[in-house]
């Protein structure tokens, strides 16, 4: 890790999963994302990463690099490798010091906290951003660990001088709220995606969350 890095306020994720059940294309989701200002788009898929899905991450690559953003694939060091994009790491996944490894010292490594505990064993990791949450109740997540609130999101804001990403249940109405806790960025799924998603929507949700985080 060299300079402290800059994250954008609002940090979107492209869930495989939950566009699935909207019957809705991630390249599509993402594509009107880009065309609404994202300058960081998370690729998140649980699921096996068969041909068909890692060709769906190539072609997201082309598109942020069309837009100027940056692409984190989730989980995957080896994916994100191929496609000279960053990893965002859970407590399950590689350890940072081993996705350093396949990742190499030059692209972006996020790593995943949830409590006071993990945040601070994160501190002898060579991540370059760390997240926390859930801050609010999410739906995104099987078997979610606690929601943590604002009290405890700003206490935990200040065990770390790394940038970090607030994550879980955060909608608009809360946005400014959480930014006040300190926090340098803050990670969405299911508020970038609007009850009647087309491309106008999805691109001025995400105009909207730009314009509230500023």
Known sequence: MTARLELPRIYPIVDTGALARRGRDPLWFAEALLEGGARLVQLRHKGHYSRGMFETASQLAVLC????????????ADIAALLDAGVHLGQNDLPPRLARRVLGEERMLGFSTHNEEQLRAAAGEPADYLAVGPVF????????????????????????????????????????????????????????????MTKATVRGRMEEWIALTR
Request: net charge negative; proline share 6%.
């Open 65 to 76: 690099l069309r837009a100027g953003a940056r692409l984190v694939i989730d989980d995957r």
């Open 137 to 196: 109740e999410t739906l995104s997540k099987e078997n979610p660990d606690p929601a943590l609130g604002l009290e405890r999101l700003a206490a935990l804001r200040a065990l770390t001088e790394r940038p970090l990403v607030a994550i879980g249940g955060i909608t608009r109405e809360y946005a400014r709220a959480v930014l006040n806790t300190g926090v340098d960025s803050i990670a969405v799924i299911g508020d970038l995606m609007p009850e009647e």
